[in-house]
């Protein structure tokens, strides 16, 4: 029976290769964790902001719940921003707050049956009805911060009579699902995302 033998030059060609091998699978495997980490790190990086923003909203809407206005009931003077928090029958707690010369109102609507829950948030002139304001409201049916649904009344004035008989007048309206005045889409989501700044810093002083 005859026995291979490798000599020394054979040997050191085989470790050679084999070393070879091992530094092009290193490589490979090094390239191949780069990829990854570049495809995966944004990724992490941009979840958190949408994160943030539904929390901003769950935020709004148990600060809303949660607060008690007026306080104590039985005084009708307040000095305090947080005008009234109320909760309906229907499932729907509202509250409004007064800052400067603006109304703005949050209503959150629970979900019955097939209709989602819901944020509503108005945005009204604090001196109430006259000629020329503008009446705001947005919609977020899915409570992720990006809204569903925006509208402004315009108030005018009915005829050339005076004193001038108000009546109210929907000049804009947005629905994404439909994608009815998509024009106005970013301007409603900029409108939200203040409400739900003011409701942060003022809900509840």
Same mark, same amino acid.
């Given at each position: ?5 490798l000599g020394?030059?054979d040997?050191?060609w085989?470790?050679?290769?084999v070393?070879?091998?091992?530094? @092009?699978?290193v490589?490979?495997?090094q390239r191949t @964790? ?10 992490l990086?941009l979840?958190?902001v949408h994160?943030?923003?539904?929390e *901003?909203?769950r @935020?709004v ?11 104590p ?9 947080t005008?009234?928090?109320w909760?309906?029958r ?7 707050i007064?800052?400067e *010369?603006r109304r703005?109102c $949050?209503?959150?609507i ?7 829950e819901?944020l509503?948030?108005?945005s009204e002139?604090s001196r109430g009805v006259?000629?020329g304001?503008? $009446?705001? $409201?947005m919609?977020d049916? *899915?409570? =992720?911060?990006?809204i =569903? ?9 009915? *005829?050339?009579r005076r004193p ?9 309206f947005f629905?994404r699902?439909?994608k009815?005045?998509e024009t106005?889409?970013?301007d409603?989501? @900029?409108?939200y995302d ?6 942060l810093? $003022?809900?509840?002083e």
């Open positions: 029976m005859t026995t291979l033998t020394s030059a040997e050191e085989a470790h050679h290769g070393m070879l091998l091992f530094r @092009k699978g490589a490979m495997l @964790k780069s990829l990854f980490l570049a495809v995966l790190l944004p990724s990086a979840n958190p994160a943030a923003e539904r *901003d909203v @935020k809407i148990n600060l809303v719940t949660s607060v008690k206005m007026p306080f009931e039985s005084l009708a003077r307040n000095r305090a921003k005008e009234r928090v909760l309906e229907a499932g729907m707690t509202a509250g409004c007064r800052l *010369d703005w $949050y209503e959150f629970a979900p019955e049956g097939n209709r989602a819901m509503r948030i108005r002139p006259f000629i304001a503008l $009446y705001h $409201y919609v049916f *899915d409570l =992720d911060g990006l =569903d649904v925006g509208s402004t009344t315009r108030i005018e004035a009915l *005829d050339q001038a008989t108000p009546i109210a007048n929907v000049i804009q629905h699902s439909t009815r005045g106005f889409a970013s409603y989501q @900029k409108m203040e409400g739900i700044q003011v409701a810093r $003022y809900f509840g």
